[in-house]
């Protein structure tokens, strides 16, 4: 991961402090067992107040199976938004850690949803930011990491985590459903297997970044910065005329390009 200085795991607690080449700390939470939404928040609240940003991972035991109707409980809602609809996952085999992806989508106007698992998240691009959350049960200012903001969900041709029976992407259809609530012992379904991490090439990467700030390769700091500002200007869900989730998606994509150029040429 070219953004990361540094990690390393916490004595007392199952929590990952990540250290990033730009000086910004980040706490990677490991979410073994139900939890509470007011703890999520005050988890939230402390680390943002000095300036940290939070990522949390849940354990795919605590996550339903794929296609499965349910009624979600409050605390994964929370996190399903804390991460731009969607949950990372962290599963343990064969001595080696699988990381996922699951997102809720509505049915209707039910109320309920079915669970969809996706890939593994792109972990060279680990981002950090400050998101407004909007939901009542989570909302707020927050400083947050993710992986990016691809949805996977919305491509019928993107491969997900399956029983054995195939990998193409479906909408399942409603009259298959099977209901199922959450109870404090979990859903209780069979572990899947994560599908391998895209590599993406570094370079590919950087000119990536310059192309999206609309400069050249070989331009000085002070024109990388200038071309952001104006672009950040387009682009802040405050001040574009974008819809909100297009002007956020946007903003982040700028904020991880200058990151990756910052990164690329050592400049603090």
């Not at 938004?81 to 699951?102: C, F, K």
């Not at 024109?223 to 200007?233: G, S």
């Amino acid at each position: 991961m070219v953004s990361v200085h540094s990690c390393g795991i916490a004595p007392h607690e199952p929590l990952l402090a990540v250290h990033m080449w730009t000086g910004v700390i980040i706490h990677v939470h490991f979410v073994l067992a139900a939890a509470k939404t007011r703890v999520i928040r005050r988890i939230l609240q402390e680390s943002t107040d000095i300036g940290i940003g939070s990522l949390f991972l849940v354990a795919r035991d605590l996550m339903p199976e794929p296609d499965l109707r349910l009624t979600v409980p409050e605390w994964l809602l929370a996190l399903h938004a804390l991460a731009h609809e969607r949950i990372y996952t962290v599963d343990y085999a064969a001595e080696q850690l699988h990381l996922g992806q699951v997102h809720f989508d509505p049915i209707g106007s039910t109320g309920d949803m079915v669970a969809r698992h996706g890939p593994a998240p792109k972990l060279d691009r680990l981002r950090f930011l400050r998101t407004a959350i909007r939901p009542r049960y989570i909302k707020g200012e927050w400083q947050l990491a993710d992986f990016g903001v691809e949805a996977f969900w919305k491509d019928q041709y993107a491969p997900r985590h399956n029983t054995g029976t195939g990998n193409t992407y479906h909408r399942p259809d409603p009259r298959e459903y099977r209901w199922k609530s959450w109870s404090s012992t979990g859903w209780e379904q069979p572990r899947t297997e994560d599908i391998p991490k895209p590599v993406i090439p570094h370079l590919d990467r950087i000119a990536n970044a310059y192309e999206l700030l609309e400069v050249d390769r070989g331009s000085n700091r002070d024109e990388v910065r200038a071309a952001y500002r104006k672009l950040a200007l387009s682009f802040h869900p405050d001040t574009s005329t974008l819809p909100t989730s297009e002007a956020e998606a946007k903003f982040r994509q700028l904020n991880e390009a200058l990151e990756i150029i910052y990164v690329a040429n050592k400049w603090t």
